[in-house]
């Protein structure tokens, strides 16, 4: 059966600040890339990019929150192409802009 082993999620994880592609991760798990995302979305609910982004999303507000790390810094460790980017897809999940939410989340 197919389960997402913990390695995969570490993987994940440990890899969250590079790069990722389907490939990379389904090569990694053992996977061929077409079966993994057809997987992967049955058991998560969303397809592997979603939940990259979602996940860089939860580290970027933990760092807001708990860190003075600047904007760039925040979004180069997370590997946006650019602020404006980081900053528009952190925008869209959270319904405010990273500097608004670092001064209420506080």
């Given amino acids: 059966g197919f389960s997402m082993e913990q390695d ?7 890899n969250i ?7 990379d991760v389904a090569k ?5 890339p077409a079966y993994f995302s057809r997987k992967f ?3 998560y609910g969303v397809n592997l990019n979603k939940f990259i982004l979602t ?3 939860d580290i970027a507000a ?24 980081f900053q528009n897809v952190f ?6 802009t990273p500097r608004a939410y670092r ?3 506080v």
């Fill in 8 to 14: 995969c999620m570490e993987y994940i994880y440990n």
């Fill in 41 to 43: 979305k049955q058991m």
């Fill in 17 to 23: 600040g590079e790069k990722l592609t389907l490939e």
């Fill in 91 to 96: 925008k869209n999940t959270y319904h405010m």
């Fill in 28 to 32: 990694h798990c053992g996977y061929n």
């Fill in 55 to 57: 996940l860089r999303m």
């Fill in 62 to 85: 933990e760092e807001l929150r708990t860190t003075d790390k600047t904007l760039v810094e925040i979004s180069e460790e997370l590997c946006f192409a650019s602020q404006s980017h």
């Fill in 103 to 105: 001064k209420v989340a």
